[in-house]
């Protein structure tokens, strides 16, 4: 079964950092770009950074710019989201999914959106950001 498994999740005081984890299983990343998503109470789930699965390319929500930044390991089959000075209107479950695209999108190339064009979606990383 291939899956995604989201895991550094937590609770932490506005400013803070987190570093989340996004590790494959029964599929290898490396031709897949990832995007992480993160869904708070009584709101849609919202595409917040991709990264191409090349790495070259990312891109973020402006709500995130210049406190998120995504990366990988394809060694370690794994793709992370470091979070820095998080607000608590981060305050979400936050997910990563692989883009259906597979090896059919361009290695320099990720989007985050829309949701149903994504796939091996895990069960989320529970992300509070409260004083």
């Known amino acids: 079964q291939l899956q995604l498994v989201e895991s550094g999740g937590g609770l932490v005081q506005p400013g803070g950092s987190l570093r989340l984890s996004c590790a494959a299983s029964g599929f290898t990343l490396d031709y897949y770009a990832i995007a992480w998503f993160r869904q708070a109470p009584g709101r849609e789930r919202e595409g917040v950074s991709c990264?191409?699965?090349?790495?070259?390319?990312?891109n973020y929500v402006d709500s995130v710019k210049g406190r998120f930044t995504i990366s990988r390991d394809n060694a370690k089959n794994t793709v992370y989201l470091q979070m820095t000075n998080l607000k608590p209107e981060d305050t979400a479950v936050y997910y990563c999914?692989?883009?259906?695209?597979?090896?059919?999108?361009?290695?320099?190339?990720?989007?985050?959106?829309?949701?149903?064009?994504?796939?091996?979606w895990g069960q989320g990383t529970q992300v509070t950001v409260s004083s």
């Open positions: 990264i191409s699965s090349s790495g070259g390319s990312t």
């Open positions: 999914a692989a883009d259906r695209g597979g090896s059919g999108t361009p290695d320099w190339w990720c989007r985050t959106g829309p949701a149903a064009d994504f796939g091996s």
